[in-house]
Nanobody, 125 residues
């Protein structure tokens, strides 16, 4: 019973910037990791960036130096700052949260994952 709601994406010219946000709400829970994934036209979903509960981050090679992921644990929110956007960044972006606890249940091994609804980001050349 956890819902992730993403902000609206948008249309931006190459070289521009865009910021995405996603917030989780619902029953009592704890989040281990949050991340952003994307799926471009004709492509499979791919990982963009993840951030752990302590703030450790991982980025896809294609976005390193251009994108920055951050989170606000008090708000159960994750953000993606996208700079120097390229047409290849055009995709539907999905936020993700892996739960370490839901109510009184604590998870180990494979954690339950929750996903946002997806938002369209289009970068024009």
């Amino acid at each position: 019973q956890v819902q992730l709601v993403e902000s609206v994406g948008g249309l931006v010219q190459a070289g521009g910037s865009l910021r995405l946000s996603c917030a989780a709400s619902g029953s009592s829970f704890s989040i281990e990791a949050m991340g952003w994934y994307r799926q471009g036209p004709g492509n499979q979903r791919e990982l963009v960036a993840t951030i752990g509960s302590s703030g450790s981050t991982n980025y896809a090679d294609s976005v390193k130096g251009r994108f920055t992921i951050s989170r606000d644990n008090a708000k159960n929110a994750v953000y993606l700052q996208m700079n120097s956007l390229e047409p290849e960044d055009t995709a539907v972006y999905y936020c993700n949260a892996d739960l370490s606890r839901l109510g009184s249940t604590y998870y180990a091994g494979t954690l339950p994952s929750y996903w946002g609804q997806g938002t369209q980001v289009t970068v024009s050349s």
